[in-house]
Protein backbone atom coordinates (compact mmCIF):
# COMPACT_ATOMS: atom_id res chain seq x y z
CA UNK A 1 0.00 0.00 0.00
CA UNK A 2 3.10 2.38 1.13
CA UNK A 3 4.21 1.89 -2.64
CA UNK A 4 1.28 2.48 -4.61
CA UNK A 5 0.75 5.71 -2.39
CA UNK A 6 3.93 7.24 -3.36
CA UNK A 7 3.50 6.46 -7.07
CA UNK A 8 0.11 8.35 -6.80
CA UNK A 9 1.64 11.00 -5.02
CA UNK A 10 4.52 11.29 -7.42
CA UNK A 11 1.76 11.44 -10.41
CA UNK A 12 0.02 14.05 -8.30
CA UNK A 13 3.41 16.17 -7.96
CA UNK A 14 3.85 16.10 -11.71
CA UNK A 15 0.45 17.24 -12.58
CA UNK A 16 1.23 19.95 -10.87
CA UNK A 17 4.20 20.77 -11.95
CA UNK A 18 3.21 20.20 -15.47
CA UNK A 19 0.25 22.85 -14.95
CA UNK A 20 2.53 25.48 -13.30
CA UNK A 21 4.72 25.42 -16.25
CA UNK A 22 2.32 24.87 -19.35
CA UNK A 23 3.96 21.09 -19.87
CA UNK A 24 2.02 18.92 -22.09
CA UNK A 25 0.81 15.38 -20.56
CA UNK A 26 -0.22 14.01 -23.68
CA UNK A 27 1.88 11.08 -24.61
CA UNK A 28 4.02 11.04 -27.88
CA UNK A 29 4.49 13.81 -30.44
CA UNK A 30 1.74 16.53 -31.32
CA UNK A 31 1.13 16.32 -34.91
CA UNK A 32 2.22 19.39 -36.77
CA UNK A 33 -1.16 20.68 -38.31
CA UNK A 34 -0.65 21.84 -42.16
CA UNK A 35 0.93 25.57 -42.87
CA UNK A 36 -2.05 25.62 -45.72
CA UNK A 37 -5.25 24.11 -46.54
CA UNK A 38 -7.63 23.92 -49.38
CA UNK A 39 -10.03 26.63 -49.64
CA UNK A 40 -10.92 30.12 -50.52
CA UNK A 41 -8.84 32.52 -48.30
CA UNK A 42 -10.51 35.98 -49.78
CA UNK A 43 -12.68 37.91 -49.58
CA UNK A 44 -13.64 36.61 -46.11
CA UNK A 45 -16.41 34.87 -45.42
CA UNK A 46 -19.14 37.36 -44.41
CA UNK A 47 -17.67 39.95 -46.64
CA UNK A 48 -19.28 43.09 -48.24
CA UNK A 49 -17.63 43.92 -51.82
CA UNK A 50 -18.16 45.92 -54.96
CA UNK A 51 -16.15 46.81 -58.05
CA UNK A 52 -13.19 44.62 -59.05
CA UNK A 53 -11.47 42.13 -56.76
CA UNK A 54 -9.19 39.34 -55.87
CA UNK A 55 -10.36 36.17 -55.11
CA UNK A 56 -7.51 34.44 -53.18
CA UNK A 57 -7.05 30.76 -52.32
CA UNK A 58 -5.32 27.46 -52.02
CA UNK A 59 -5.93 24.33 -54.46
CA UNK A 60 -4.21 21.17 -53.59
CA UNK A 61 -4.71 17.30 -53.32
CA UNK A 62 -2.68 14.14 -53.21
CA UNK A 63 -4.71 12.72 -56.75
CA UNK A 64 -4.99 16.88 -57.80
CA UNK A 65 -6.76 17.36 -62.01
CA UNK A 66 -7.45 20.93 -61.77
CA UNK A 67 -9.49 23.56 -59.72
CA UNK A 68 -12.55 25.45 -60.52
CA UNK A 69 -13.53 28.35 -59.18
CA UNK A 70 -17.45 29.11 -59.48
CA UNK A 71 -19.47 32.00 -58.49
CA UNK A 72 -23.50 30.51 -57.46
CA UNK A 73 -25.67 34.05 -57.08
CA UNK A 74 -27.73 33.81 -54.31
CA UNK A 75 -26.31 30.63 -53.79
CA UNK A 76 -27.85 28.69 -56.85
CA UNK A 77 -25.74 25.28 -57.08
CA UNK A 78 -27.97 25.02 -60.27
CA UNK A 79 -27.00 28.15 -61.81
CA UNK A 80 -23.06 28.68 -61.42
CA UNK A 81 -20.94 31.24 -63.00
CA UNK A 82 -17.73 29.92 -64.47
CA UNK A 83 -15.01 32.42 -62.97
CA UNK A 84 -12.04 30.40 -63.39
CA UNK A 85 -9.57 27.41 -64.06
CA UNK A 86 -6.32 26.22 -63.12
CA UNK A 87 -4.00 23.28 -63.79
CA UNK A 88 -1.58 23.92 -61.08
CA UNK A 89 -2.36 23.16 -57.77
CA UNK A 90 -1.05 25.77 -54.99
CA UNK A 91 -2.04 29.31 -54.09
CA UNK A 92 -4.21 31.19 -56.79
CA UNK A 93 -5.28 34.83 -56.96
CA UNK A 94 -8.25 35.69 -59.60
CA UNK A 95 -9.45 38.75 -60.57
CA UNK A 96 -13.39 38.97 -60.69
CA UNK A 97 -15.53 41.80 -61.56
CA UNK A 98 -18.19 41.99 -59.16
CA UNK A 99 -20.64 44.53 -61.55
CA UNK A 100 -21.08 42.36 -64.13
CA UNK A 101 -23.75 40.30 -61.52
CA UNK A 102 -26.67 41.37 -59.36
CA UNK A 103 -26.37 42.89 -56.02
CA UNK A 104 -27.31 40.35 -53.34
CA UNK A 105 -25.85 37.36 -51.53
CA UNK A 106 -23.87 35.16 -53.53
CA UNK A 107 -21.60 32.12 -53.10
CA UNK A 108 -18.18 31.50 -54.57
CA UNK A 109 -16.96 28.04 -54.76
CA UNK A 110 -14.04 25.99 -55.22
CA UNK A 111 -14.10 22.80 -56.23
CA UNK A 112 -10.57 20.61 -56.57
CA UNK A 113 -11.45 17.93 -59.26
CA UNK A 114 -9.16 15.01 -58.55
CA UNK A 115 -7.47 12.20 -61.46
CA UNK A 116 -10.74 9.84 -60.46
CA UNK A 117 -12.80 12.67 -61.34
CA UNK A 118 -14.36 13.08 -57.91
CA UNK A 119 -13.43 15.72 -56.51
CA UNK A 120 -14.07 18.66 -52.89
CA UNK A 121 -15.73 21.93 -52.58
CA UNK A 122 -15.45 25.01 -50.39
CA UNK A 123 -17.59 27.56 -50.34
CA UNK A 124 -17.72 30.78 -49.00
CA UNK A 125 -20.37 33.45 -48.50
CA UNK A 126 -19.94 37.21 -50.25
CA UNK A 127 -22.39 40.37 -50.97
CA UNK A 128 -22.18 42.27 -53.55
CA UNK A 129 -22.99 45.95 -52.83
CA UNK A 130 -21.89 47.90 -56.48
CA UNK A 131 -24.92 50.59 -55.94
CA UNK A 132 -26.39 52.78 -58.35
CA UNK A 133 -24.99 55.26 -60.49
CA UNK A 134 -25.02 58.77 -58.02
CA UNK A 135 -27.70 60.86 -59.41
CA UNK A 136 -26.99 64.30 -60.88
CA UNK A 137 -26.35 67.19 -58.77
CA UNK A 138 -29.38 69.53 -59.39
CA UNK A 139 -28.32 73.54 -60.60
CA UNK A 140 -29.27 75.64 -58.46
CA UNK A 141 -32.32 77.37 -58.56
CA UNK A 142 -32.42 80.70 -59.21
CA UNK A 143 -34.16 83.29 -56.98
CA UNK A 144 -37.59 83.50 -58.54
CA UNK A 145 -41.48 83.00 -57.45
CA UNK A 146 -41.89 79.33 -57.15
CA UNK A 147 -45.31 78.91 -59.50
CA UNK A 148 -47.29 75.47 -57.49
CA UNK A 149 -48.20 73.50 -60.64
CA UNK A 150 -51.83 72.48 -60.13
CA UNK A 151 -53.56 69.11 -59.99
CA UNK A 152 -54.09 69.48 -64.21
CA UNK A 153 -50.38 69.49 -64.71
CA UNK A 154 -49.37 66.41 -66.77
CA UNK A 155 -46.23 64.14 -64.65
CA UNK A 156 -42.86 64.64 -66.39
CA UNK A 157 -43.06 61.15 -68.52
CA UNK A 158 -40.79 58.10 -66.91
CA UNK A 159 -37.45 58.05 -68.28
CA UNK A 160 -37.04 54.56 -70.76
CA UNK A 161 -35.01 51.88 -69.76
CA UNK A 162 -31.87 51.94 -72.57
CA UNK A 163 -31.94 48.58 -73.58
CA UNK A 164 -29.34 46.48 -72.60
CA UNK A 165 -26.17 45.68 -74.96
CA UNK A 166 -26.97 41.84 -76.60
CA UNK A 167 -23.41 40.07 -76.58
CA UNK A 168 -21.58 39.25 -80.01
CA UNK A 169 -23.09 36.51 -81.30
CA UNK A 170 -20.16 33.36 -81.05
CA UNK A 171 -19.06 32.32 -84.42
CA UNK A 172 -15.92 33.18 -86.67
CA UNK A 173 -15.76 36.35 -88.48
CA UNK A 174 -12.55 35.23 -90.29
CA UNK A 175 -11.65 33.91 -92.55
CA UNK A 176 -15.24 34.13 -94.41
CA UNK A 177 -17.14 31.38 -95.57
CA UNK A 178 -15.54 30.11 -98.88
CA UNK A 179 -12.47 32.02 -99.05
CA UNK A 180 -9.19 30.76 -100.05
CA UNK A 181 -6.62 30.91 -97.30
CA UNK A 182 -2.90 30.82 -97.80
CA UNK A 183 0.72 31.51 -95.60
CA UNK A 184 -0.21 32.18 -92.06
CA UNK A 185 -3.45 33.43 -91.68
CA UNK A 186 -4.95 35.12 -88.09
CA UNK A 187 -9.03 33.94 -87.97
CA UNK A 188 -10.93 36.00 -85.86
CA UNK A 189 -14.23 35.06 -83.51
CA UNK A 190 -16.64 35.78 -80.67
CA UNK A 191 -16.66 32.68 -78.25
CA UNK A 192 -19.63 33.87 -75.46
CA UNK A 193 -22.24 32.28 -73.12
CA UNK A 194 -24.02 32.32 -69.65
CA UNK A 195 -22.22 29.63 -68.61
CA UNK A 196 -18.90 29.55 -70.45
CA UNK A 197 -16.04 26.85 -69.66
CA UNK A 198 -13.30 27.24 -72.75
CA UNK A 199 -13.56 27.47 -76.58
CA UNK A 200 -11.87 25.72 -79.70
CA UNK A 201 -11.11 25.78 -82.42
CA UNK A 202 -10.45 22.90 -84.84
CA UNK A 203 -9.71 22.57 -88.42
CA UNK A 204 -11.07 19.54 -90.62
CA UNK A 205 -9.36 18.31 -93.57
CA UNK A 206 -12.33 17.80 -96.28
CA UNK A 207 -14.66 18.55 -93.48
CA UNK A 208 -14.07 15.52 -91.61
CA UNK A 209 -14.70 15.39 -88.33
CA UNK A 210 -12.61 12.23 -87.43
CA UNK A 211 -9.55 14.14 -88.68
CA UNK A 212 -10.56 17.41 -86.76
CA UNK A 213 -7.03 19.25 -85.38
CA UNK A 214 -7.40 21.51 -83.02
CA UNK A 215 -5.42 24.85 -83.68
CA UNK A 216 -6.42 26.66 -80.78
CA UNK A 217 -8.36 26.97 -77.37
CA UNK A 218 -9.13 29.79 -74.76
CA UNK A 219 -10.48 29.60 -71.02
CA UNK A 220 -12.00 33.49 -71.74
CA UNK A 221 -14.58 34.09 -73.01
CA UNK A 222 -15.51 36.86 -75.73
CA UNK A 223 -13.47 38.11 -79.11
CA UNK A 224 -10.38 36.13 -79.60
CA UNK A 225 -7.63 35.67 -82.41
CA UNK A 226 -5.59 32.69 -83.26
CA UNK A 227 -2.52 32.59 -85.73
CA UNK A 228 -2.62 29.41 -88.22
CA UNK A 229 -0.21 28.18 -90.56
CA UNK A 230 -1.49 27.06 -93.52
CA UNK A 231 1.63 25.91 -95.03
CA UNK A 232 1.34 23.24 -92.35
CA UNK A 233 -1.75 21.83 -94.35
CA UNK A 234 -1.90 20.49 -97.95
CA UNK A 235 -4.11 22.46 -100.08
CA UNK A 236 -7.77 21.18 -100.51
CA UNK A 237 -11.01 21.87 -98.66
CA UNK A 238 -11.53 22.36 -94.81
CA UNK A 239 -13.82 23.65 -92.18
CA UNK A 240 -12.72 25.57 -88.94
CA UNK A 241 -14.69 24.54 -86.58
CA UNK A 242 -15.52 27.07 -83.36
CA UNK A 243 -16.91 24.86 -80.38
CA UNK A 244 -17.80 26.90 -77.25
CA UNK A 245 -18.17 24.33 -74.31
CA UNK A 246 -20.41 25.71 -71.36
CA UNK A 247 -19.40 24.28 -67.37
CA UNK A 248 -22.30 21.63 -68.19
CA UNK A 249 -19.86 20.24 -70.69
CA UNK A 250 -22.55 20.60 -73.33
CA UNK A 251 -21.41 22.96 -76.31
CA UNK A 252 -22.76 24.94 -79.55
CA UNK A 253 -20.64 24.41 -82.75
CA UNK A 254 -20.08 27.24 -85.46
CA UNK A 255 -18.39 25.96 -89.05
CA UNK A 256 -16.98 27.97 -92.15
CA UNK A 257 -16.02 26.53 -95.30
CA UNK A 258 -12.80 27.53 -96.70
CA UNK A 259 -9.81 26.50 -98.53
CA UNK A 260 -6.19 26.13 -98.24
CA UNK A 261 -4.13 27.08 -101.80
CA UNK A 262 -0.33 27.48 -100.96
CA UNK A 263 1.32 27.39 -104.82
CA UNK A 264 3.75 24.72 -105.26
CA UNK A 265 7.25 26.11 -105.26
CA UNK A 266 8.20 27.38 -108.96
CA UNK A 267 9.76 25.16 -111.35
CA UNK A 268 12.88 25.60 -112.19
CA UNK A 269 13.30 27.08 -115.64
CA UNK A 270 15.38 24.86 -117.98
CA UNK A 271 18.12 25.85 -119.82
CA UNK A 272 18.43 26.13 -123.39
CA UNK A 273 19.64 23.56 -125.13
CA UNK A 274 23.39 23.43 -126.61
CA UNK A 275 23.73 24.17 -130.25
CA UNK A 276 23.67 20.25 -131.94
CA UNK A 277 26.53 18.73 -132.65
CA UNK A 278 26.89 15.48 -135.23
CA UNK A 279 24.93 12.35 -134.23
CA UNK A 280 27.84 9.67 -134.11
CA UNK A 281 25.48 5.97 -134.89
CA UNK A 282 26.96 3.45 -132.37
CA UNK A 283 28.07 0.34 -134.37
CA UNK A 284 26.56 -3.45 -133.96
CA UNK A 285 29.70 -3.98 -132.06
CA UNK A 286 29.68 -1.20 -129.42
CA UNK A 287 28.99 -2.13 -126.08
CA UNK A 288 25.97 -1.17 -124.17
CA UNK A 289 26.68 1.20 -121.44
CA UNK A 290 26.56 -0.49 -118.28
CA UNK A 291 23.14 -0.18 -116.44
CA UNK A 292 23.05 2.46 -113.73
CA UNK A 293 23.45 0.72 -110.18
CA UNK A 294 20.35 1.96 -108.38
CA UNK A 295 20.75 3.56 -105.31
CA UNK A 296 19.10 2.61 -101.91
CA UNK A 297 16.59 4.34 -100.19
CA UNK A 298 17.94 6.30 -97.50
CA UNK A 299 16.47 4.70 -94.26
CA UNK A 300 14.01 7.38 -92.84
CA UNK A 301 15.29 9.20 -89.65
CA UNK A 302 14.23 8.52 -86.56
CA UNK A 303 11.51 9.91 -85.43
CA UNK A 304 10.76 12.20 -82.56
CA UNK A 305 9.86 15.91 -81.64
CA UNK A 306 13.59 17.91 -82.34
CA UNK A 307 12.16 20.88 -80.75
CA UNK A 308 11.63 21.67 -78.18
CA UNK A 309 14.08 19.43 -76.51
CA UNK A 310 13.35 17.62 -72.57
CA UNK A 311 12.80 19.46 -69.80
CA UNK A 312 13.51 23.09 -71.57
CA UNK A 313 10.99 26.10 -70.66
CA UNK A 314 9.58 28.20 -73.34
CA UNK A 315 7.24 31.13 -74.03
CA UNK A 316 5.51 33.04 -77.04
CA UNK A 317 5.11 31.80 -79.94
CA UNK A 318 7.52 28.52 -80.77
CA UNK A 319 7.77 26.59 -83.56
CA UNK A 320 7.74 22.73 -83.14
CA UNK A 321 9.90 20.61 -85.09
CA UNK A 322 10.38 16.87 -85.46
CA UNK A 323 10.37 13.75 -88.10
CA UNK A 324 7.42 11.49 -89.00
CA UNK A 325 8.45 8.43 -91.23
CA UNK A 326 6.55 5.10 -91.58
CA UNK A 327 6.21 1.83 -93.86
CA UNK A 328 3.11 2.47 -93.31
CA UNK A 329 2.56 6.07 -93.04
CA UNK A 330 -1.19 7.14 -92.74
CA UNK A 331 -0.75 10.91 -90.88
CA UNK A 332 1.04 12.64 -87.98
CA UNK A 333 0.02 14.21 -85.14
CA UNK A 334 0.65 16.63 -82.39
CA UNK A 335 -0.79 17.05 -79.45
CA UNK A 336 -0.41 18.74 -76.06
CA UNK A 337 -1.13 17.39 -72.98
CA UNK A 338 -1.36 19.87 -69.66
CA UNK A 339 0.55 18.12 -67.10
CA UNK A 340 1.36 15.32 -68.73
CA UNK A 341 -2.50 14.54 -68.71
CA UNK A 342 -4.18 12.51 -71.75
CA UNK A 343 -7.56 13.23 -70.86
CA UNK A 344 -6.95 16.73 -71.31
CA UNK A 345 -4.90 16.63 -74.49
CA UNK A 346 -5.67 19.42 -77.26
CA UNK A 347 -4.29 19.01 -80.87
CA UNK A 348 -1.75 21.97 -82.09
CA UNK A 349 -0.96 20.09 -85.54
CA UNK A 350 -1.64 17.42 -87.96
CA UNK A 351 0.15 16.16 -90.88
CA UNK A 352 -0.26 14.07 -94.03
CA UNK A 353 3.10 13.99 -95.44
CA UNK A 354 5.47 11.60 -93.91
CA UNK A 355 9.39 13.38 -93.01
CA UNK A 356 9.89 16.67 -91.40
CA UNK A 357 7.94 18.85 -90.05
CA UNK A 358 7.49 22.64 -87.91
CA UNK A 359 4.40 23.49 -86.75
CA UNK A 360 3.52 27.24 -84.97
CA UNK A 361 2.44 27.15 -81.20
CA UNK A 362 1.11 30.03 -79.19
CA UNK A 363 2.22 29.35 -75.61
CA UNK A 364 -0.16 32.63 -74.62
CA UNK A 365 -3.03 30.66 -75.52
CA UNK A 366 -2.33 27.96 -72.77
CA UNK A 367 -1.95 28.78 -68.55
CA UNK A 368 1.87 28.36 -67.61
CA UNK A 369 3.06 25.18 -66.05
CA UNK A 370 4.52 21.66 -67.21
CA UNK A 371 3.48 19.96 -70.21
CA UNK A 372 4.39 17.09 -72.29
CA UNK A 373 4.39 17.14 -76.20
CA UNK A 374 2.88 13.74 -78.07
CA UNK A 375 4.16 13.05 -81.34
CA UNK A 376 1.69 10.36 -82.47
CA UNK A 377 2.82 8.84 -86.07
CA UNK A 378 -0.36 6.45 -87.28
CA UNK A 379 0.18 3.59 -89.89
CA UNK A 380 -2.80 2.82 -92.25
CA UNK A 381 -3.39 -0.20 -90.34
CA UNK A 382 -4.85 2.56 -87.87
CA UNK A 383 -2.06 1.32 -85.55
CA UNK A 384 0.88 4.12 -83.88
CA UNK A 385 3.39 5.24 -82.70
CA UNK A 386 4.08 7.74 -80.02
CA UNK A 387 7.05 10.21 -78.87
CA UNK A 388 6.44 12.38 -76.33
CA UNK A 389 8.46 15.13 -74.91
CA UNK A 390 8.48 17.15 -71.58
CA UNK A 391 8.91 20.55 -71.43
CA UNK A 392 6.99 24.05 -69.35
CA UNK A 393 5.15 26.91 -70.13
CA UNK A 394 6.44 30.13 -68.85
CA UNK A 395 4.77 33.74 -70.22
Known sequence: MSSRRNAVQLLFVLMLVAALFGMPMAAGAATATPTTSP?????????????????TGYASDPKFLKWELDLLPNGNANAPAFVALGLSQ??????LNTTLFPNGNHLLRLRIVRTDSNYIEFTSKVTFANGAAPAATPAPVAATTVVTPTATTAPAPAATPAPAVA??????????????????????????????????????????????????????????SQALNTNTYPNGSYVLRLRVVRTDSNYSEYPVSFSISNGAAPA???????????????????????????????????????FPTANLTVSGAIT??????????LKWELDLLPGGNTSNAATVGLGLTPGAFSQAVNTKTYPNGPYVLRLRVVRTDSNYSEYPVSFSIKN
Open 167 to 224: PTASGITSPVANASASGVITVTGNASDPKFLKWELDLLPGGNASNAATVGLGLAQGAF
Open 320 to 329: VTGTANDPKF
Open 39 to 55: GITGPAAGTTVSGTISV
Open 90 to 95: GVFTQT
Open 268 to 306: ATTAPAAAPTKVVTPTATTAPAPAATPVPAAAPTGNGIT
